[in-house]
């Protein structure tokens, strides 16, 4: 799938901005027609969760209606139209001037319709109904009474448009796909790339590869709709995370020797793989450090924030970390594409978080699951800075599991052979799937949850386990969440839970016992900010407070001692 972009041939314009918002609390929208138009709206800003922008309905899950106008943009009426929603949680159904475009399920994760046969030249109605609401046959899926809203996870369930929503116009027989996969052979890149075109009829492909001293072209004669063909580099300025290098990569498609459409995408050359206890980029040992995190951020909720974007990445080069996972859920584009350019590298997760294998329920969350994992491998498959796509966060054991992930593995293997793939496992939880994933993860909450208040019998008890693991598996392990909610602000010596000294000795000495073990390659600490949850008796004011930094980013002690270990600065 395709980021739409602005050139010669190809546009977008944003459609972000006020547009009109309806609560449907007693669910009469689509009985009223609402789909056609409604009234007594209020104003909401697109993109941003709906949850935190009014005084009131904070916990109303759906569904609830949005709706815009717009006109066609000038000169795009020889080409095809697209809607394309970067993410809205969790059911959409979206009508254009009274016809159903579709609906889609899932949030964080685009989705987009061709509405070229169905656009007027002015005041175009788009109307959308989105429906977040908790249940046990969604993934996630809902659940918890112990926790208001009921969520089968620890993260509050905002709803709403989160991302972008772009109108973009192509040319009618374009590029359709581009897939990239990179390989090294001596100084030597190789870059695979997989071109697919809407019409195969006598096309040709000019490729451009620029940057770091070469200029590559190549023409290839389209004999099929995909056609596949390599770009030797010689001497290749290989990407990593000290040294980010991305190539510019244009493809043109001529008819009859004249372009009539083009895309550029930046390409990182580099490999990844695991040979024995080891993680390898581009054949070099390499550590993982840094954290799982969250989109959550006051009033705009799970919404699309720019500037929180870039303060994340800041703060994230100034602690010393090289890499994060997008818990619980596939981050925006705009977050990859600076992973890339930032040198970070993610381990990319599917929403599925708290999947529990109910019998009932089990078949749809496979099917859902398997689309999760083919449409963010789609979105993200060209970024370098992806390494892992993580197929779930704390499943629930099961005999089903096993099965389960097998067929969610195989099909991740056929989509991208080229990365690797895991699951993270919850503490207590016997994953068997680890005999065939390629990497072992483990949440760990030893002298948290697990012999509350007790740091250095915890710390054995987490050695021993990680001991375990590697015995059984003989994968390398990546300690995936450890944390402890920490108030800022909160002091006590000797250190207790929830200070700021407990937070610092309780990562201070995981960190050692990781360190000590050189099969595990890798630690992600729970979480790098503090995050909303629903309202529970564990969560203090509805917050999970295992952030190193607070919710509005600002450091906790953890966060310098984290700066000096992981610099290794004095400072
Ligand atoms: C882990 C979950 C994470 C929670 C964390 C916690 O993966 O989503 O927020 O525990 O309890 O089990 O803080």
């Not at 496992?425 to 068997?432: A, E, I, K, L």
Request: aromatic share 12%; proline share 5%; net charge negative.
């Amino acid at each position: 799938m395709l980021y739409p972009q602005r050139n010669k041939y190809r546009q977008y314009i944003d459609l972000s901005g006020i547009w009109d918002f309806r609560f449907d609390t007693k669910n009469e929208g689509l009985k009223e027609n609402w789909q056609s138009g409604f009234d007594k709206s209020q104003p909401i800003a697109v993109p941003a969760s709906w949850n935190d922008q009014f005084a009131d309905n904070r916990d109303f899950l759906g569904p609830a209606w949005y709706q815009t106008y717009f006109d066609l943009p000038w000169g795009w009426t020889d080409q095809k139209v697209i809607l394309r929603f970067g993410s809205v949680n969790y059911i959409a159904d979206v009508w254009l001037n009274g016809d159903q475009l579709g609906q889609h399920e899932g949030g964080h994760i685009p989705f987009e319709f061709d509405i070229t046969s169905k656009l007027k030249a002015y005041n175009n109605h788009l109307i959308m109904r989105v429906d977040g609401d908790l249940a046990d046959d969604r993934v996630p899926p809902g659940g918890r009474p112990m926790f208001y809203p009921a969520t089968n996870f620890d993260f509050f369930p905002y709803c709403g448009i989160h991302r972008l929503v772009l109108l973009y116009s192509v040319p009618n027989d374009g590029i359709e796909d581009l897939t990239i996969r990179t390989f090294i052979e001596g100084n030597m890149g190789k870059v695979q790339i997989i071109l697919e075109c809407v019409e195969k009829s006598s096309l040709t492909a000019n490729i451009d590869l620029k940057g770091h001293g070469v200029d590559l072209s190549e023409t290839m004669i389209m004999e099929d709709k995909t056609t596949e063909f390599t770009i030797e580099v010689p001497n290749a300025a290989l990407w990593d995370t000290e040294h980010p290098n991305l190539y510019n990569l244009t493809v043109e498609l001529l008819k009859n020797d004249v372009v009539f459409d083009s895309y550029r995408l930046k390409i990182g050359i580099r490999t990844i793989e695991v040979s024995g206890d080891q993680l390898l980029l581009n054949g070099k040992p390499i550590e993982l450090i840094g954290f799982a995190k969250h989109i959550d951020f006051p009033i705009t909720g799970r919404g699309y924030n720019p500037a929180v974007i870039i303060k994340d990445y800041s703060l994230m080069k100034w602690i010393g970390a090289n890499s994060f996972r997008t818990s619980h859920y596939p981050y925006s584009e705009q977050m990859m594409d600076l992973a890339d350019q930032l040198g970070f590298l993610v381990i990319d997760e599917t929403p599925a978080v708290g999947l529990t294998f109910h019998k009932h329920h089990i078949t749809r969350h496979l099917e859902l699951c398997k689309q999760y994992t083919r449409e963010l491998i789609a979105r993200d498959k060209n970024h370098p800075s992806v390494i892992m796509w993580s197929l779930a966060n704390e499943p629930h054991s099961s005999t089903k599991s096993k099965e389960f992930f097998r067929e969610l593995y195989d099909l991740s293997k056929e989509t991208d052979p080229t990365r690797l793939v895991t699951i993270i496992n919850m503490q207590g939880v016997r994953d068997r799937a680890f005999e065939f994933l390629d990497i072992v993860c483990m949440n760990r909450y030893y002298a948290w949850y697990i012999g509350p208040g007790q740091i250095d019998e915890g710390c054995v008890g987490l050695s021993n386990e990680i001991d375990r693991f590697y015995q059984k598996y003989s994968k390398p392990i990546i300690i995936a969440e450890f944390g402890a909610d920490t108030i800022p602000g909160w002091h006590s010596q000797p250190p207790e839970m929830f200070s700021e000294e407990y937070q610092v000795e309780f990562l201070k000495k995981y960190i050692e016992v990781i360190n000590n073990k050189p099969y595990v390659i890798g630690q992600h600490i729970w979480n790098m900010c503090d995050f909303k949850t629903p309202q529970g008796i564990h969560r203090v004011g509805a917050y999970n407070y295992k952030g190193v930094f607070t919710r509005d980013r600002r450091p906790k002690m953890a966060a310098h001692m984290l700066r000096r270990l992981w610099t290794k600065s004095s400072e």
